[in-house]
Each structure stands twice: as C-alpha cells, then as structure tokens.
C-alpha cells in the first residue's frame, strides 16, 4: 500500500478513522521507528509542513509536524535563535514531529536540557480521529494535563502529533571547542566527573571512547576566549579545533554512525559507561557530560545490551527498536484512553 | 469492620486524625476563601503506607487528597466532602543525594529549599525556586509544576523531575522515568508533573541538580510607569540577552513590600528586577549589554548589587511580596495568568481598567520574563459581596490572559478555583481527552476529586 499523505488535519483524521493500524513517518531518518510493520499503512506527514507562527520576541514558534528542521533553524537563525535542545539529524532532513515522537537531543542539550524540555505544546489526533491539544504557546504554562510531554519519546503511540510549540533562545554569538586527550578511560571519566559539578555552563561536553573528551564553550567572543584558557588550565591542555560549526553539525548528524548497520540510543551516566565499555558495541559516543550514549552496533552489539539489561532505543536497522517494553498499567491506561483500538505502535501487540 | 477502623489499623500510634480540633487547620490551603471538612486525616511515614491507604480507598471508593504543606494558591489541596487527607510532611528524608550522577532522591515531604541547602557544599542546586520554597514541598511542586523567578532560563519543576515511583488511585505503584537526562520510550513522568495529584500520589521524587552559577550580575531600575518597566523587558530580550530571571512589581507591591520587609527599594510606579547568571565573563560581558539597554529604557534610577548581602536584599522584597500584601488588604486572591511577553503592557492597563470598574485595588507583581502574571486582587471577606466581586474581577483577568493568547496559570495551577475557566482555554475535546485520562487511570475518580476538570465536559453536547 502507498504511503498516506494528508496535507490538512482533516485528512490526518479520515486516514485514522480509515486504517485499523497506522505508522507515522516524518522525514523517516530514524526508520526503525518509522517502518512499517505487517499490516500497518505508513501515513506520511511531510505534506503537513510549515512555520505557522514565530515572534521572536517571545522566544516561541508554532509548527507543523512535517516540517524539516533544517527549515525551521533557518527561521530562527535569521533572529540569531536557535533549538537549544540541538536536534539530531537535521542534515538527513528530520522532522519536528519524528525528532518529538523519538525523543532525541544532540550535544547541546547540555547546556539547558532536552526537547522534553522545550516543548511547549501539541495538538494531535487520537486513536479515535479526535483533535486534542495539550500545553499552550506561551513560555509558561500549567493549565490541564501536559499531553505535550507525553509525546516525548512516545514513537507515535498516543496520536499523531500534527502541530508543536517550542520555546528557543538567543544562540550564543561565538562558540569554541577544546579536544583533549586523556590517558585512560578512568581518567575521562574522573575529569568528567569534576567537570560536571563546576559552573562552566558548556554548551556540550562529549566522550569519545576510550578517553578523548569534547568540550564546546559559547557566547560573547572576548568571554569565550577567556573561558577557553581557563578550561585549558584546568584539564592541563588540549587542541583547540580548528572548525567548530561544521564539526559539531556532523556530530549532531550522527556521521560517526555510517557504515553502521544499527544505530542505537541509551541512555548512560557515569556509572554505566564501563558497563557499556565492557560490549562489544561499535562507533560511538557519550554526549552532555555522558548521560547518553549514541552507537553503531552489530546484531552482536545490541544483543549485548539486551542480556545486560540497559535500556535502548534503535533508530535504524533492527525490527524491535525499544527494550525493555511498556507494560505497566500507568502507560496502558494512558494508551486505552487515547488509543483504545490499538492503531498506533506500542502495546496490543506491536513491536513498538 | 468500617473504612475509619481499617485506616486507623493501617497507621497506629494516633496518625489518623478524627476529632474536629485536629482537622480544621487541614480544612483548607492559602486559598483560605474555600473550605471542606475531610472525613480524616492520616500522616503516613512511610510510602507503603501511603500504598495501603490508597488501596484502602480504592476498596471502599473514599476519595483522597494528597497535600504537603497546603500553600497552593488555587485551592488544590482542599479537601473533598467525605474523603481523607494525605498529608506527606513527615515523609520528609532525602533518600540520596548523589553529586556524582548530579540527583537527588527525595520523598514528597521534603520542602522545596531543603535540596538546595543539602546540595550547597557540592557546588549543586535544584533550580526551580516558588517564593514559598521555605515551605512549600516536592510533592505540592511536582503536582503544581512549580516555577519561580529563575524559569525563563532554566523551565519549571519538569524539566528538573527525571523520575517518579507513583501509586495510581487504584493502588499500583510504578516507576516513572529513571536516574539519568535521558531515557527511552514516552515521558511519563514529565506527563505526570502537572497532572494536580487527579492521577496518583508521588511517593519518590527523582530531581536533577545543577552546579551552582559561578556569579550572579543583579540590577534595580525604577520607573515612572509600569509600562515603562514592561517595555524595558522587551528590549532586554530584543538584545538577544538571556537573563536569569526578570521580575517586575507596581508601587502597591512596592509599598507593600517595604512596609513589611525594608529592602531599601526606591519610590517609583515600577521596579524591574534583572539578574544575570553564568561565568564570570559571560556575566561581565552581559552586564555591559544590558547597563546599555537599561540606560535607554529611561530608568530612573538604577541600582547594580556589589555583594551578595545587596544581591539578597533586591531580592528579599520581591520574594516577600505576597505576604506583604496580606498587610495592605485584610485578604486577596492570587491570580497566575500567563500573556505572551509583548502583550505584557496591554494586559496590566486592561486590569488597571478592571481594577477601577470593579472598584477593588489590585497589586502587581510578576515574572516579566515569562509573561507570567500575578495580579493580587485586595477585598474585605467582611464586607457583604466584596468576595464575589472580587472573584469576578479575578476571572475577567484570567479570560483577558486566555484573549490575549496566553494562559490561565503559569504555575499555581487550576485547582477548585480556575476549574470553571478551563473550556475559556481548552476545547471541549481537549477536556474530554484529559477525562478520559483521568477515568482509565481512577475509574472511581478518587484522587483529588473535584479539581482541575471542569463539571461542562461531563454534560452531554
Ligand atoms: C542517514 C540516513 C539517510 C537516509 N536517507 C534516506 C533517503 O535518502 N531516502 C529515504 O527515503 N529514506 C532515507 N532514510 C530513511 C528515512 O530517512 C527514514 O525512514 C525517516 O523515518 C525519518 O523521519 P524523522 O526523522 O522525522 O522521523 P521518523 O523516523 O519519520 O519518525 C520517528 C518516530 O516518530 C514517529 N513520528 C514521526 N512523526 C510523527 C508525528 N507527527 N506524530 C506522531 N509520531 C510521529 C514515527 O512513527 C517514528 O516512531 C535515511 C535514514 C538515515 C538514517
Ligand atoms: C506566599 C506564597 C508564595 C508562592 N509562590 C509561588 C511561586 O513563586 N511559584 C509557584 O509555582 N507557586 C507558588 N506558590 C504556590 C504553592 O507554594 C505551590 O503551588 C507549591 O508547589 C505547593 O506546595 P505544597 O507542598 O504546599 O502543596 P499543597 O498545597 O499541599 O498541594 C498542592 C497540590 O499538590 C498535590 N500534592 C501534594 N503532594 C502530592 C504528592 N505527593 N503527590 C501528588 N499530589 C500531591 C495536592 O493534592 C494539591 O493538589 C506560593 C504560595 C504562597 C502561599
């Protein structure tokens, strides 16, 4: 069956009502979440794209899911604003919806937190074909229950997101990044440790294994080149790299990915990364301080994390894409609610 | 045996309260126009007694509210008729506090200042900071979405919750999100953060902390109008600065404030309050930007704070300026709408308007950052019919919010006291989804009965 393809929300709700199972797809850069299954149609949402309001003054913006982010950052950038949760993903042409739905930050999340943490608001359609919005359009809000952060990471399962509100700030004027090499793993992981209790406000800080760290600094130029000195003092050095725009943008792009079969999402933190050190996983690395962990794995690899019981999200290449699966009653009763025949993934016997 | 002889089997030592004495001072919360007479109170220790009771309730269909320390503003701890109180301070241990992993693992008691104050000697603080956090606790945070001064930058009580253990209103415990910024899989105990308790009791809290900022850059400027002090914030943001937090206050909150604290403020229509946060030279370049931007605000008088001891003092009066208020007026009602930051100066001369029309005095004080409103509305309780009138003018307010593109409440949420105000917000269907919710979670709609949900989305089309 071809791909759905509504351009209004209308359509979005005759498709629902129409089709027994669904799978939404964004700009599908993360195609295990978005293939589709047996018996599923692929309704995609690149015909529902568009900025529908921005005032920067007020540091929010309302879009369509569809719309690529590549075409929103451009948006902001014109008013030196950005996405301060740094999506994933944008080169390969993600969505606001996809990167929502999947629930991904890149880099610079370490700096003010990820897009759970910028998003404002949602409006989407139900199991039912029914239009509900959650949250608002202003900063602040706390009126009702807060659907928009149900769709964090849901993979589509309580509606198709067809409209969003975020929240953005100024992007920082200048930015620098400080590469440094250290001896082992240990001792990445005891200068991380340091580096995450001292006000540096780092827009990222990253772990290359075994024991490179990244670290990017931004803001006014004479601060950030002050700032840089004073991180260079206190890791005893390190290589100020030459390009600082372009190599993060392929950071975020995942490029250290291809060739990949499987990319992965797991979720780290300190404790857990010589666990993760431990298996046979492939090209990776740690981002914001090492609280999440982006690999390129074999079957081999995503096996590995299965027996040793960490949590994954697969974004490309393996059919079953989350472990562990929701069964609480918490998540079911949230589902039932919203999605009570069971046409989007997650429970009633989908994969995900 | 009766549900009042399982409870009290459940929780010994004269941890359920029954006589008339001890429940009046939980009959209601700093909301203190409306009043309920629970059936009980219980002060559970432990989170599997708080289990126990919920299951209790759930076999005998007793509704329930959770409460902390009862400073919710909109009435969302009062207690329903017929039901139990849950009332969690002396759950009040920080179970972990892990500088490492940058968390802190709290019970739902815990009061709100006590984490940053444990996490001090670490260089950490749990940012989200309501003016009632000498009080006010986790548990009423995390149902609330608290917020403070310092949301514009760092977001409200979501954005810093990672984990939740919960028990749903039928009794199962679950845990919600985890230990780490990131996670697989829906965000469940964000959705949870808001919900105003009609979805379970949260029985353990999971918060991220943050490393304390290196300095602060704290300035007053005084204006001759409040829109002067509006306009002000505008170009601060058109500056393309990111301050910590902007708050403003009107010459009744002023005066209030230093009758009751003296923080030394100068006479003006309007102060602004604008602090800056980062490293050390970030914030010097920052404060350049913005002593630029103040000069041509037409300030006409600025304050820069050269120590901490001057930083705290700015800082007392605005914190202090609810309660001092109270001082003005011998009771107020606290309203919370939010407007979109360029309608902030249409809004404050509309409820200047009201205010007159109504023939009530209203004082202003707010996070100019976040367009977040609190308009304190002074009425005489004594006075036959000032309280209804009051609360009609609280209400045209809360509508003018919802006009004007914003909403009802930034972070005191909707409670008994803004429910009726819902369908001015949310679309019937939007009601009926969070209904919907609501019902598949507590079928016997027990927890926190009566609140937020408007009794309109039940009527038939
Ligand atoms: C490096 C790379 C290159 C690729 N190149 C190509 C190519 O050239 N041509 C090609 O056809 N494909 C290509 N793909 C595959 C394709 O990009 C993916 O199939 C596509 O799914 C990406 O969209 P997205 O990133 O917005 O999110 P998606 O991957 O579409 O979606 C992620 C998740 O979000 C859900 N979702 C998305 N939007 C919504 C919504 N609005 N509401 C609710 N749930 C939603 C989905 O169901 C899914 O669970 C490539 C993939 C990669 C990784
Ligand atoms: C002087 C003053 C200043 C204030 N300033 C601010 C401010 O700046 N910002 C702000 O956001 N608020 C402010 N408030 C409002 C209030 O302090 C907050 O809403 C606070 O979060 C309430 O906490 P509490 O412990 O008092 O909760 P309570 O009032 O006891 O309860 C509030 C709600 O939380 C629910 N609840 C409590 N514990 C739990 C639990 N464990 N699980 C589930 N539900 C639970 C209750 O049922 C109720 O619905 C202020 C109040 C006062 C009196």
């Not at chain 1, 943490?117 to 229950?145: C, I, P, W």
């Not at chain 2, 939740?164 to 697989?184: A, K």
């Not at chain 2, 002023?254 to 030394?264: F, M, N, P």
């Not at chain 2, 009066?317 to 249409?346: H, M, W």
């Amino acid at each position: 069956m071809p791909p759905l393809r509504p351009t209004t929300l209308e359509e979005v709700q005759e498709a629902v009502l129409a089709h027994p199972r669904l799978r939404v797809r964004g700009g599908g850069t993360k195609p295990a979440l978005s293939a589709p299954e047996e018996g599923e149609a692929v309704l995609d949402l690149s015909g529902l794209r568009g900025l529908l309001e921005y005032q920067p003054e007020e540091f929010v913006f309302t879009a369509l899911a569809g719309t690529p982010l590549g075409e929103i950052e451009e948006a902001l950038g014109v008013h030196g604003q950005y996405l301060p949760f740094d999506p994933p993903l944008v080169g390969q042409g993600a969505t606001l919806g996809g990167t929502v739905a999947a629930g991904l930050s890149g880099p610079m999340r370490h700096r003010f937190g990820g897009v759970r943490d910028f998003l404002l608001g949602v409006r989407f359609v139900d199991g039912e074909g029914r239009v509900v919005r959650g949250g608002g359009k202003v900063v602040k809000n706390a009126a009702g229950f807060p659907f928009h952060r149900l769709m964090v990471g849901s993979l589509g399962a309580f509606g198709v997101v067809v409209e969003l509100s975020f929240k953005v700030f100024p992007r920082p004027r200048a930015t620098r990044t400080l590469r440094v090499e250290m001896g082992s793993l240990e001792e990445a992981l005891g200068a991380l440790e340091k580096i995450r209790l001292l006000p540096l406000d780092l827009l990222a800080l990253d772990l290359l294994p075994p024991a490179t760290l990244e670290l990017r600094l931004g803001g006014f130029p004479e601060s950030v080149a002050k700032r840089l000195e004073r991180l260079k003092g206190l890791l005893g050095g390190g290589e100020v790299l030459e390009e600082d725009e372009g190599h993060w943008r392929g950071v975020r792009d995942l490029s250290f990915l291809e060739g990949s079969p499987i990319w992965a999402k797991v979720p780290a933190g300190l404790d857990r990364i010589p666990l993760l050190e431990s298996l046979p996983l492939g090209p990776r690395r740690y981002l914001d301080g090492g609280e999440v962990l982006y690999a390129g794995l074999e079957a081999e690899g995503l096996r590995a994390l299965r027996a040793a019981g960490v949590p994954y999200l697969v974004l490309k290449g393996a059919e079953e894409p989350l472990f562990p699966r929701l069964q609480h009653g918490f998540f079911l009763d949230v589902k039932k609610a919203l999605d009570p025949l069971g046409r989007f993934p997650l429970g009633w016997g989908h994969a995900a | 045996m009766g549900f009042l002889e399982e409870l009290k089997a459940l929780l010994p030592g004269g941890r359920v309260l029954t006589r008339e004495a001890e429940l009046a001072p939980y009959e209601s919360d700093a909301l203190t126009a409306y009043r309920k007479r629970p059936l009980a109170v219980v002060l559970p220790e432990r989170k599997e007694e708080v289990v126990e009771v919920v299951r209790l309730c759930h076999r005998h269909g007793v509704p329930f509210v959770a409460r902390g320390s009862g400073t919710s503003l909109s009435g969302g701890s009062l207690p329903v008729e017929g039901g139990i109180v849950l009332a969690l301070n002396r759950m009040n241990r920080i179970l972990r506090l892990d500088p490492k992993a940058r968390i802190a693992i709290v019970e739902p008691g815990v009061v709100n200042l006590e984490v940053s104050q444990k996490a001090a000697p670490f260089g950490l603080l749990y940012a989200p900071d309501p003016s009632s956090q000498p009080v006010s606790t986790l548990g009423g945070n995390v149902a609330f979405n608290s917020g403070g001064a310092h949301c514009l930058k760092h977001g409200m009580t979501a954005n810093h919750v990672l984990g939740l253990e919960i028990v749903t209103p039928t009794g199962e415990v679950v845990r919600l999100g985890g230990e780490g910024l990131e996670g697989v899989g829906p965000d469940l105990h964000g959705f949870f953060v808001g919900t105003e308790g009609l979805l379970g009791v949260a029985l353990e809290i999971t918060l991220r902390l943050l490393p304390r900022p290196e300095a602060y850059h704290t300035l007053l400027a005084a204006y001759d109008s409040l829109e002067g002090a509006g306009e002000a914030v505008s170009r601060v943001i058109r500056s393309g600065l990111l301050p910590g937090a902007m708050e403003i206050m009107d010459r009744l909150s002023i005066e209030a404030a230093e009758k009751a604290v003296r923080a030394g403020y100068p006479e003006a229509e309007a102060l602004l309050i604008v602090e800056l946060e980062g490293p050390k030279e970030e914030v010097a370049a920052e404060a350049e930007v913005l002593h630029g931007v103040i000069q041509e605000s037409g300030a006409s008088e600025v304050r820069i704070a050269r120590s901490e001891a001057e930083r705290q003092a700015i800082w007392k009066g605005r914190k202090a300026a609810f309660s001092a208020v109270g001082r003005l007026s011998p009771d107020y009602l606290v309203q919370d709408g939010v407007v979109p930051r360029s309608k902030l100066g249409e809004a404050l001369r509309e409820i200047q308007r009201l205010a007159q029309a109504y023939a009530l005095r209203v004082a202003n004080v707010f996070h100019a950052g976040d367009g977040n409103l609190h308009p304190l509305v002074l009425y005489d309780g004594k006075r036959p019919g000032e309280l209804e009138r009051a609360e009609a003018l609280a209400g045209e307010i809360l509508r003018l919010c919802v006009r004007l593109g914003g909403s009802l409440t930034g972070e005191h949420g909707i409670g008994v006291e803004k429910k009726a105000y819902m369908p001015e917000m949310f679309a019937r269907e939007d009601l009926l989804a969070m209904e919907r919710v609501k019902a598949a979670l507590d079928p016997k709609g027990l927890a926190n009965r009566g609140k937020v949900l408007p009794e309109e989305a039940h009527a038939p089309a």
